[in-house]
T-cell receptor
Framework: KQEVTQIPAALSVPEGENLVLNCSFTDSAIYNLQWFRQDPGKGLTSLLLIQSSQREQTSGRLNASLDKSSGRSTLYIAASQPGDSATYLCAVNLDSNYQLIWGAGTKLIIKP | DADVTQTPRNRITKTGKRIMLECSQTKGHDRMYWYRQDPGLGLRLIYYSFDVKDINKGEISDGYSVSRQAQAKFSLSLESAIPNQTALYFC??????????????FGEGSRLTVL
């Protein structure tokens, strides 16, 4: 059974630092992996989607990597800002349909 | 206006009451989903629908029912609410014809408290 783990559950860093959020999964047979951002009262926003054949995706200050063989993905945030404070969730897609398996998230706080 | 709209956004009810959470979307997507989120846990799939005539149970469907009234509308019902159904509920849509497979678009969530 596929399980997705995000460690740490919470992280607090000073503004301006580069940081890495981790996501691990137990079964390497995935279709793709997504990173989402969750803001209180505003739902979830898709940040990056990495197909199983890809190694990384970039969007602005965000870079997500995927290593299927080791069952790991990382979300790199460069030059963090207080507006980056949110909960970051990763989800593994088992096929092209609905089978998303979610991590519990990492709550990130960027201190001014 | 949001592409995926959930109502109500917040609801407090009592044990045994019937509750309906509604979701409507303007994205024109065929696929719609209901998830619940509990503190410290990832999202879990309750029901999903790939078109108006297609309804499927997800991981945790017991105690819930759904109705796909139209392509744009997907409702979640709790026939007799119980306290452990207190959670944050999300509706989501997707359409592999227009986006990446598995790419989801979420509503803002409905926070339900059952006393």
């Amino acid at each position: 059974k596929q399980e997705v783990t995000q460690i740490p559950a919470a992280l607090s860093v000073p503004e301006g630092e580069n940081l890495v959020l981790n996501c691990s999964f137990t079964d390497s047979a995935i279709y793709n992996l997504q990173w989402f951002r969750q803001d209180p009262g505003k739902g979830l926003t898709s940040l990056l989607l990495i197909q199983s054949s890809q190694r990384e995706q970039t969007s602005g200050r965000l870079n997500a990597s995927l290593d299927k063989s080791s069952g790991r993905s990382t979300l790199y945030i460069a030059a963090s800002q207080p507006g980056d404070s949110a909960t970051y969730l990763c989800a593994v897609n088992l096929d092209s349909n609905y089978q998303l398996i979610w991590g519990a998230g990492t709550k990130l706080i960027i201190k001014p | 206006d949001a592409d995926v709209t959930q109502t109500p956004r917040n609801r407090i009810t009592k044990t045994g009451k019937r509750i309906m959470l509604e979701c409507s979307q303007t994205k024109g997507h065929d696929r719609m989903y209901w998830y619940r989120q509990d503190p410290g846990l990832g999202l879990r799939l309750i029901y999903y629908s790939f078109d108006v005539k297609d309804i499927n149970k997800g991981e945790i469907s017991d105690g819930y029912s759904v109705s796909r009234q139209a392509q744009a509308k997907f409702s979640l019902s709790l026939e007799s609410a119980i306290p452990n159904q207190t959670a944050l509920y999300f509706c989501a849509t997707s359409d592999p014809r227009t986006g990446l497979p598995g790419e989801l678009f979420f509503g803002e969530g409905s926070r339900l408290t059952v006393l």
